[in-house]
């Protein structure tokens, strides 16, 4: 499996950035995608997911309102859009997958494929 994520930079508060995530090279039709952040010091923060075959969306409570994550199931981009963004939403920001059900991505630890990961500054 390769993800590949885009859309990452320096962004004013109240601003608004679209993370890309390009995926491939699953062996299998169901599986998920998520976007995980983490922020220097704290710990990995899911933040949403999303299945493969029916778009079924999963947000962390926190997380809700301001994140939307969606896909172009043609070309296997997962997006996440954010709005609102403030300080405390820099981090480094992952897509990752797994082959479990939705009811579990959010645990950090059942990945087991993850992009590079990509920086989201929110600042003045």
């Known amino acids: 499996v390769q993800l590949v994520e885009s859309g990452g930079g320096l962004v004013q508060p109240g601003g608004s950035l679209r993370l890309s995530c390009a995926a491939s090279?699953?062996?299998?039709?169901?599986?998920?995608i998520s976007w995980i952040r983490q922020a220097p010091g704290k710990e990995r923060e899911v933040i949403s997911c999303?299945?493969?075959?029916?778009?079924?969306?999963y947000y962390a409570d926190s997380m809700k309102g301001r994140f939307t994550i969606s896909r172009d199931t043609a070309n296997n981009i997962v997006y996440l859009q954010m709005d609102s963004l403030k300080p405390e939403d820099t981090a480094v920001y992952y897509c990752?997958?797994?082959?479990?059900?939705?009811?579990?991505?959010?645990?950090?630890?059942?990945?087991?494929?993850w992009g590079q990961g990509i920086q989201v500054t929110v600042s003045s």
């Open positions: 090279g699953f062996t299998l039709g169901y599986y998920v």
């Open positions: 990752a997958s797994t082959y479990l059900g939705i009811s579990a991505c959010a645990l950090s630890g059942v990945y087991d494929a």
């Open positions: 999303i299945t493969s075959t029916d778009g079924k969306t």
